[in-house]
């Protein structure tokens, strides 16, 4: 009876854990800070309107339907210490960057935040050294 009730507590507990906000690992690289202006969605989940710390993260790719692995990366929306979204964000370099930039792209070291045509999307582009990252969050309804 003991080691059920041990158990029990023990997945409690677990569970307990399981629903608190994750907290920043940092093994990702800083991008610097964006500002989302509006409510969207990350990665299917709700993420408030805010200034966030974008975070590049080093996992793997090759699970995430129809991205190509060098060409995207996951990132993190960091804010207060905790992770309140993940997204994934697409990697330009050289030229292929000027055929998406309408506008011009931010300058090195900055970001820029953008309503999409139609006001269902927000992209938030940064740049890091000549290396684009471009998120795409549907607004949410």
């Known amino acids: 009876m003991r080691s059920l009730v041990r158990t029990i507590g023990?997945?409690?507990?677990?569970a307990i854990l399981a629903v608190q906000p994750l907290a920043a690992q940092g093994t990702g690289k800083s991008?610097?800070?964006?500002?989302?202006?509006?409510k969207v969605v990350a990665n299917g989940q709700p993420l408030a309107a805010g200034t966030y710390t974008l975070r590049l993260l080093p996992e793997d790719l090759s699970k995430v339907?129809?991205?190509t692995p060098a060409?995207?990366?996951w990132?993190?929306?960091?804010?207060?210490?905790k992770v309140a979204g993940k997204e994934?964000?697409?990697v330009?370099?050289?030229?292929?960057?000027k055929t998406v930039a309408k506008g011009g792209t931010p300058a090195s070291g900055s970001s820029k935040t953008e309503l999409l045509k139609g006001n269902d999307y927000l992209r938030i582009w940064v740049n890091q050294g000549g290396t684009q990252y471009l998120?795409?969050?549907?607004?949410a309804k």
């Open 31 to 38: 991008l610097g800070s964006v500002n989302v202006s509006r």
């Open 88 to 90: 994934v964000a697409t």
């Open 75 to 81: 990132v993190e929306f960091v804010r207060g210490g």
């Open 92 to 97: 330009l370099t050289g030229p292929e960057a």
């Open 65 to 67: 339907v129809g991205q």
């Open 135 to 139: 998120v795409h969050l549907a607004i």
């Open 10 to 14: 023990v997945v409690v507990a677990g």
């Open 71 to 73: 060409e995207s990366r």
